[in-house]
């Protein structure tokens, strides 16, 4: 098997272990979404809300996220630094080692055992497979690129190196804790601290997950799979260093009105504001990219993943910010409102850039077509459909309750009781479900898309065989 | 870009500017604030956990609680109205992780310890919808039927550095983690005096029983509010549960005392209305209350 066929397979590995953890993950994200309107879907202890909401987020975020990061970052380095991995080995074993460490991981959160951080619930010992994963992914990225054939580095480079660097750094800080047991550890740092270092970590383990690394895809995909060229090479530079700065300043807006010292939740205020900038900087870029040529809208499929995607991010740059502001947080902070935007940047945002990665790929690794573009259309608009419906049942359900919770009669008692409020959105709570089955739907014809492009390019590579 | 001595083309340098960048932001919001004061206060009344309240933490932890609960008081009025007190920085010494939580699917739990009776918790538990009919909080049946193992708690105490008697220690394998867990609830919010935000008095009593008693419309507004908030301990008919009876009240309580408690509790025992219900539906449901000890429960109101 020659070098480059090697790497492909490694590639694909990534990305079918992508979509597997994908699957687990969003099946058992529909059963979570029933579980909040109706208690009777909570079975037994290893299946209730407080266990398997974590479960879904973390097979989603490191399952079909990272997984998604780690394929699409691999191939990309390879076309980047015209050059193959440097360590090819250590790359398939990085893929081995990220699925047993995903499974070992999931089965460790259905067992209960969780240090209570989000996004950082793995207890220490799954912390140091993580950590040994992490490493390997640095020492073949950046032994890549030091070794590279192309003098200059891509922007999309640009963006790995600062996610290899910074997730580095936020995953050891916030994950220092005490070993208590095998299975049980207490956090280093105590109350107000313990609350600061995690939300450092959480803000950015978004911004260094689900923002950095998509630009990377974008900056990338955009360009190779619509042959339109990057509208600002200047732009990019600036959005990159002023994003890369910015988000690290973030974390408390997470704690506003909790006990944290004031400045530190102004701090966090005012850099979340300064954050729309450099985040509509790769926007407007976007944007301008695809002005370049409308009409490829309709004949090349993949521009309309790239133009929600974007759209997505866009919105979810100046939500997240305004949300940052103390009068906004009050009334939604809490609510439903918060995982409606989450949502928005996860199912918008981050899939539809990986899975436009994903349909630029496959067919690449097998010299071919996608199998069906009906079939990619019809994707598209599911989960379109579904992510908005989703994301607006979430926002109307966390305005309504928030407005509820703070309601006062004249006598300056409360309204409503927290039970009359959590009653009051049961609806919108079915709708959702209703949304992500709707999503779902989409993210299973996608799945069968990618099937049978691997299935129609191996029997093209196969009777390639035979006729040698 | 086709200067090829830029930082774009050096990947080293160009890591080390990134570092750089990332790390301000880091250390001014994250870092530096681990070695100031006013991120380590106490409060003089704050306690270390006892093992058992650790236990029941750790459990807290375990079933995911803090996804659904949180555990801050926000200085916001509606907040202080409804839970209590706001939270103070200085309750936090002994918070490893913190659990202040980041959504309320169910309500904030900072101020829950002594609101209501050891029993309430165990049964609560079990049963969430006894006391609240479309709660869709999961249940807990097992917590029932396993005990505490006391070599690891004394672990988690050590890891802690928490002190604790080796009686203490032993006494744990008596414990089911219900009875833990409940323990923990009653723990919360303790190092902080009880608080509400609205005061009342004998005096709105009388000028609301001048209008409610004796008004039909009136008990069966009031009606409705006991089958929703005071029915899961004292029966729906009246007849008792985990509280006392109130079929027959008026025997053992007048109605300005009935008034008086719905509004503010009992501690341990009962939590205090007055936050979450007008006057007007406190003065209903002891108007209804009077109907029904009047009919004997017999549920003359309609």
């Not at chain 2, 300005?256 to 025992?269: E, P, R, S, V």
Request: with cysteine; charged share 15%; glycine share 8%.
């Amino acid at each position: 098997m020659s070098e480059t066929a090697y790497n492909n397979r490694t590639v694909e590995g990534f990305l079918i272990s992508s979509l597997v953890w994908g699957v687990v993950g969003i099946v058992l994200g529909l059963l979570v979404s029933m579980q909040l309107w109706e208690a009777a879907f909570n079975f037994g202890q290893y299946f209730t809300y407080g266990r398997l909401r974590t479960v879904h987020v973390n097979v989603l975020a490191y399952g079909l996220g990272l997984g998604a990061i780690f394929g699409l970052f691999y191939y990309m380095l390879v076309k980047l630094t015209k050059r193959e991995l440097v360590f090819p080995k250590l790359a398939r074993a990085h893929l081995w080692l990220f699925n047993i460490g995903i499974a070992v991981a999931t089965l460790s959160l259905f067992a209960g055992l969780t240090q209570s951080l989000e996004y950082a619930e793995f207890e220490w010992p799954v912390d140091i497979v993580v950590v040994i994963i992490w490493v390997i992914f640095c020492v073949n990225i950046f032994a890549t690129i030091i070794k590279r054939k192309e003098n200059q580095m891509y922007v999309s480079l640009w963006f790995m190196i600062a996610t290899a660097i910074a997730v580095a750094i936020l995953y050891l800080v916030n994950n220092m804790s005490i070993p208590a047991t095998l299975t049980k550890s207490y956090h280093i740092f105590t109350g107000l601290n313990s609350a600061n270092v995690e939300w450092w970590y959480g803000h950015n383990a978004v911004g260094f997950l689900f923002t950095t690394p998509i630009l990377a895809m974008f900056y990338y995909f955009l360009p190779v799979s619509t042959k339109m060229p990057i509208y600002s090479h200047r732009l990019s530079m600036v959005a990159f260093w002023s994003l890369i700065f910015t988000y690290l300043w973030t974390g408390a807006h997470h704690l506003v009105y909790t006990p944290l010292p004031d400045w530190l939740q102004t701090v966090a205020i005012i850099f979340s504001l300064m954050l729309i900038a450099p985040s509509w900087g790769t926007v407007v870029n976007g944007y301008f990219t695809m002005e370049s040529d409308w009409s490829k809208l309709q004949s090349n499929y993949l521009t309309k993943f790239f133009l929600a995607a974007v759209t997505f991010y866009g919105l979810q740059t100046i939500q997240g910010p305004s949300q940052a502001i103390r009068v906004i947080s009050s009334l939604i902070h809490y609510t439903d409102w918060v995982p409606g935007h989450v949502h928005m940047g996860t199912m918008g945002w981050v899939t539809l850039t990986a899975c436009a990665g994903m349909y630029y790929v496959f067919p690449k690794i097998y010299a071919t077509t996608v199998y069906s573009v009906k079939m990619a259309n019809a994707h598209f608009w599911l989960v379109f459909i579904g992510q908005i419906m989703f994301s607006l049942t979430m926002w109307i359900a966390g305005i309504q309750q928030g407005a509820m919770l703070k309601m006062t009669n004249t006598d300056g008692t409360l309204a409503y009781t927290f039970m009359e409020t959590l009653a009051g959105i049961y609806p919108y709570w079915q709708l959702r479900t209703v949304a992500g089955v709707v999503y779902a739907a989409g993210m299973i014809i996608f799945i069968i898309n990618i099937v049978m492009t691997i299935v129609k390019g191996r029997n093209i590579l196969a009777s390639q065989t035979a006729k040698a | 870009m086709s200067d090829n001595n830029s930082i774009y083309s050096k990947p080293v340098t160009f890591s080390v500017i990134a570092l750089v960048a990332i790390l301000v932001g880091s250390i001014v919001t994250a870092f530096y604030p681990l070695a100031r004061d006013e991120m380590h206060p106490k409060l003089d009344t704050l306690k270390q956990y006892t093992a058992l309240e650790l236990a029941g933490r750790d459990i807290y932890q375990r079933e995911g609680c803090s996804v659904c609960h949180t555990q801050t008081v926000r200085p916001l009025k509606t907040d202080v109205l409804r839970y209590g007190d706001y939270s103070k920085a200085g309750e936090n010494a002994y918070e490893r992780p913190f659990l202040w939580g980041s959504r309320r699917v169910g309500p904030d739990l900072a101020r829950i310890g002594g609101k209501y009776s050891d029993e309430w918790h165990n049964q609560h538990f079990l049963d969430p919808r006894k006391f609240a009919a479309k709660s869709n909080m999961p249940v807990y049946p097992w917590l029932e039927n396993v005990n505490l193992n006391p070599t690891t708690v004394e672990s988690h105490m050590k890891a802690l550095n928490f002190s604790y008697t080796m009686d203490e220690i032993v006494a744990l394998s008596d414990k089911t983690e219900l009875e833990a867990l409940t323990a923990y609830m009653q723990f919360i919010g303790t190092s902080v005096d009880k608080f509400s935000l609205v005061v009342f008095s004998e005096d709105d009593y009388a000028e609301y029983n001048n209008i409610v008693k004796g008004k039909p419309e009136a008990a069966v507004r009031g009606k409705s509010v006991y089958l929703s908030e005071c029915s899961g301990c004292h029966g729906k008919r009246g007849e008792g549960d985990l509280a006392m009876p109130l079929a027959e009240y008026g025997e053992d309580m007048d109605e300005m005392t009935a008034f008086m408690t719905i509004a503010n509790g009992l501690d341990g025992f009962m939590p205090g209305f007055i936050n979450t219900m007008t006057k007007d539906q406190i003065a209903g449901i002891v108007e209804y209350l009077r109907v029904m000890s009047a009919g004997a429960g017999s549920g003359t109101v309609q």
